[in-house]
């Protein structure tokens, strides 16, 4: 009996062993031999790596030193790394709703309205050009002083606002500019996930007497749960990532208004020289990403399981 | 559908009965009509700022702050194009401008190019070879080695980037061209992604036809495989293009110095060594808006691609 068993296993093993010397093995090994190496050089290593520095004082001049976890107790009494969370988060908290918001109106109107390329092409051209050139297009809109938006705001009453250059101002005027950037690309999203529901679902709604806000509500947004799952879950965690469109307009300021999670990593390391600090957030930031995430699937993924 | 009497045949009939039909039908109307005053706004709010972009840079930087009511230019010039490109000496430029520092265009367009260009090549080529192995060939490992790909797919890329950057040091790279092109060269995890899915769905008839003539695993690759995919490769490489060519911290952290800043590096430097308050819009306009010009003729080339290319990321 034993010795069956043996046999068996050692033939599988066998057969395993003799798999890697096959033709075929030795061609996928050659096709796959450069994306392996820019695998395990630029993604693979580089992790590890960042997980050792966590544990280091590393100026990038001298060789890091061991501090073992001292890293990870000054996150809990570093005031600007809860600052950066808190801004971050109220960060998140008025792009994404606002974004997904309007991206799922906006998409179930273009589905019933027009099916046009140009309307389309037009909506997702904020995507297409960079951030950096968003946020100067943006800063120069809403300059204090000079900006056109402010020009306009005088003149029916409301007074000049400061927007990038005021502390309170600054957040809601970046996740505006990245709203506008990503609104498109959003609906368009969207809009192709509307297109793959089942219209005979509409029509069995309108016989039974549902107005169009009730198709909306009752069919649309439930069979669109996972679209707007994956494009609520992207966009937070893009969002938690905002860099670019700070580091043109604010750059951290004004008095650290704007010194979201990336930009202190960014100071952290490039200004400061603390790269075992820096790298400790960075993974710190990788985490409460990957809670983030499970954390929506559950809540907004349960109706789906069941 | 709820009483016996009525049928799904009579049904509609049975929600709006009072209605006579041109009341329905310009009650269709009038709603269609709120729609699309709904998209006229956003594609207002999408396209005005571009508008007055175009506006500013055809403006001559003396009229920048004049009549702002009117979206055409008190006077139109070429003066912030000229200087942008280098048409016009240092002192030109430094008078039409009121600051020394100016944005160099040409060498940014030229640096963007080449790392773009490098990217997109390389990248699209050895990763399109790795989704053939992962989606056609049997190996030891398959899975588990996709499932590392797919996995590098969740990792933000601000986890590797110092580490990385530490390797670039090392490497003696910081400021070349390979130090910028590197950590994309070789492959990226969607594009593998991307790919396979997509080798998955093409039928295996074909290859085999291929072997049975004699032609090996990279003959059949290259001579029935890549023809038969050249829409979808040439979609990874639309995106691959224009995502690079918008990329900013990687550039911005390795490439920095000034023969080697790509546009995106260039028009933030040149905004952040401008005096506070006072950057020569103009020039940032006019750089702003010739650095997205490349995109978009891409862009009107390939839209309803692109288009569905961007919209089958998300679906996927």
Partial sequence: MALVAHARVDGVGRRWLASWGT?????????????LVGLFVFHILPLWRAVGYTFTDFDLFSDPTNVGLDNYSRLFSDDQFLRAIRLTATYVVINV?????????????????????????????????????????????????????????????????????????????????????????????????????????????????????????????PMLRPVLLFVTVTSVVGSLQIFDTIAVTTEGGPGGATRVFMWYIYELAFKRFDFGYATTLAVALFVIAAIVSVLQFRVFGRDNRA | ?????????????????????????????????????????????????????????????????????????????????????????????????GTAAQLDFPSALKNSFIVVTLITVAM???????????????????????????????????????????????????????????????MTPFAVFFLRQFFLTLPSELEEAARLDGAGRIRTFASIIVPLSVGPIATLATLTFVTEWNDFLWPFIVGQGEGTRTLTVA??????????????????????LLSAVPILIVFMFAARRMINALTYTGLK
């Avoid at chain 2, 989606?135 to 996995?151: D, E, K, T």
Wanted: proline residues 7%.
């Fill in chain 1, 23 to 35: 033709r075929e093995a030795g061609a996928a090994w050659l096709f796959m031999l450069p994306a």
């Fill in chain 1, 97 to 221: 709703p606002v974004q997904v918001g309007i991206a799922l109106g906006l998409a179930a109107i273009l589905d019933k309205v027009t099916a046009s390329i140009l309307v389309r092409a037009v909506l997702i051209l904020p995507f297409l050009i960079s951030n950096v050139v968003a946020g100067l297009v943006w800063l120069w809109i809403l300059d204090p002083a000079i900006g056109i938006v402010n020009h306009f705001l005088d003149l029916v009453g409301v007074g000049s606002q400061a927007f990038l250059g005021s502390e309170t101002q600054a957040i809601p005027t970046i996740a505006f500019i990245n709203v506008w950037r990503h609104l498109g690309f959003s609906t368009l999203l969207l809009v192709a996930g509307i297109a793959t529901i089942d219209r005979a679902l509409y029509e069995a709604a309108k016989v039974d007497g549902a107005s169009e806000w009730q198709q909306f509500r009752r069919v649309t947004v």
């Fill in chain 2, 1 to 97: 559908m709820y009483s016996g009497e009525t049928t799904v045949l009579d049904a509609p009939a049975a929600v709006e009965p009072a209605l006579p039909k041109f009341v329905l039908r310009r009650r269709r109307k009038s709603r269609s009509a709120l729609g699309w005053l709904t998209i006229a706004f956003f594609l207002l709010v999408t396209v005005l700022p571009l508008l007055w972009v175009l506006r500013t840079a055809l403006t001559p930087p003396a009229q920048i702050y004049s009549s702002p009511e009117s979206l055409t230019p008190p006077t139109v010039t070429d003066d912030n194009f000229e200087r942008v490109l280098g048409l016009m000496t240092t002192e030109e430029a430094v008078a039409a401008s």
């Fill in chain 2, 124 to 186: 699209v080529s050895f990763s399109s070879m790795a989704a053939y192995a992962f989606a056609r060939l049997s190996f030891p490992l398959r899975n588990a080695i996709f499932y590392l790909f797919v996995g590098a797919l969740l990792v933000p890329p601000i986890v590797t980037l110092i580490p990385n950057f530490v390797l670039m040091r090392d490497l003696g790279w910081i400021n070349t061209y390979a130090g910028i092109v590197a950590p994309h060269f070789l």
């Fill in chain 2, 267 to 288: 028009l933030g430097v040149f905004r952040s060594s401008t005096p506070q308050g006072a950057p020569d819009w103009g020039g940032l306009m006019g750089g702003s």
